[in-house]
């Protein structure tokens, strides 16, 4: 194979990069929307939302931009009806740490990881806590902060486990291309 | 795509964090500021999804009949013996209430009471949960045509549900009772005082506000209060239940953790909305 320039990406070849390139942001998307029906729980859209730009901006940063964090979070605010803005700065601060970390967190076993997202969401839970009493001017009631962080520990581990297998899979994609 | 040497690119890629979260800073006082804006995209990103969650709403139901189903063939046994006994008492209240219905009708003969105006009702099913970890509610698709206006009242099979607070052209949401936001006048049946419930965002909303000296009794029905002009006087909202901590809360008749079916009502009622809905009103078709 040495001393042969490597061929020309084809369309397919292309089709099939930017296809991979998507993936976690309309997966995402696709999740959110999906999670918003109602099933009679307390509402597992932000904890869904903030497992994903998780695990992706730690996994496959490349194809978790702080733009599509950006627009991942506009729209956990708008299906949630939730005051603007929240959302975005939560998403974004929570990839901004992430990558910041990465190095550390990236070779560590998974129980490490959901501890460590588990101090995430605790953060976000407070980040999102303290935005909703400034931007209401009054005091929101603690237990749905609580909630929401119970829920974010407990949703990681089967969604990445989901994301891992898909994550692996599309590793080996772009080995063998 | 425009080549840009390497240097720069970084720069660039660094420099993207700090700009969407002062984007996300500007994004928040937008919201802050231009409610109006900020609810027309809601509505609009509700209306492309509702057709979705119709479609997604349907095996989900299925799921959910058939955990249900199975619960119930449990339970039938127990179940059978409990409604036999309900069955005579019923039987028993049907005929006090033909009575009472009678005594009612000659009553108001004689008294020439004005009749309230008949109301109007749509219903919709639930295909979204509408409420964030701050919020309690639900996004329904009401199809194209359907008369949903801000302000009307939801109601499910049992009692008060909510009430109407944005309105598309496909879907609609309604604020629950129990939401943090949420204020309702009601009449205490026993003793006819008024009082305030204020949502939680808990399961069971709080009373607040009653006169001095009608403590709300443990059991007492409570009914919507035609004050404020916002509800009709009368509908079902659920019992007074004290709790320990020594605050009265409201059980509910409508069981919001499950809401397949809302029925909008439109009693023709313009009590308080929100301020964009005064500053509009809209023409009211004449029945």
Known sequence: ?177 | MIRLSIPLRQALSRLSLPVLVALAFGTMLIGKADTVLVDRARMALSDTLAPIYAVVAQPLGAVRGAVQEARLLWAMRAENARLREENDRLHRWQAAALSLESENTLLRRQLNLVPEAPASLRTARVVADAGGTYARAVLLATGPGAEIRKGQVALDERGLAGRVTEVGSRSARVLLVTDMNSRIPVTLEGSRARAIMAGTNGDEPRLQHWPEGTRPQEGERVVTSAEASVFPAGLPVGVVHWTEGGTAEVELFARLDRLDLLRIFDFGLTGILPPEAVARPEPRGRR
Not at chain 1, 49 to 63: E, G, H, I, K, T
């Open chain 1, 1 to 177: 194979m040495k001393g042969r320039h490597e061929p020309a990406p084809g369309l397919l070849r292309r089709l099939d990069a930017l296809a991979r390139a998507a993936f976690p942001a309309v997966s995402t998307a696709l999740l959110m929307v999906l999670v918003s029906a109602p099933v009679g729980l307390p509402s597992a859209l932000p904890a869904v939302a903030l497992a994903c730009v998780f695990f992706w901006s730690l996994f496959r940063p490349a194809a978790m931009s702080p733009a599509v964090c950006f627009g991942i979070g506009l729209l956990q605010d708008l299906l949630a009806f939730a005051p603007l803005g929240i959302g975005i700065l939560t998403m974004l601060v929570v990839h901004g740490f992430v990558l910041r970390l990465r190095r550390l967190l990236a070779r560590q076993s998974f129980l490490v990881v959901w501890l460590a997202f588990a101090g995430f969401a605790l953060g976000a839970a407070l980040l999102g806590y303290l935005l909703q009493a400034g931007l209401n001017w009054r005091l929101p009631p603690p237990v749905p902060g609580v909630v929401f962080w119970v829920l974010c520990i407990g949703f990681y581990p089967a969604i990445a486990a989901l994301l891992t297998r898909l994550h692996k899979a599309m590793q080996r994609a772009e080995d063998l291309a």
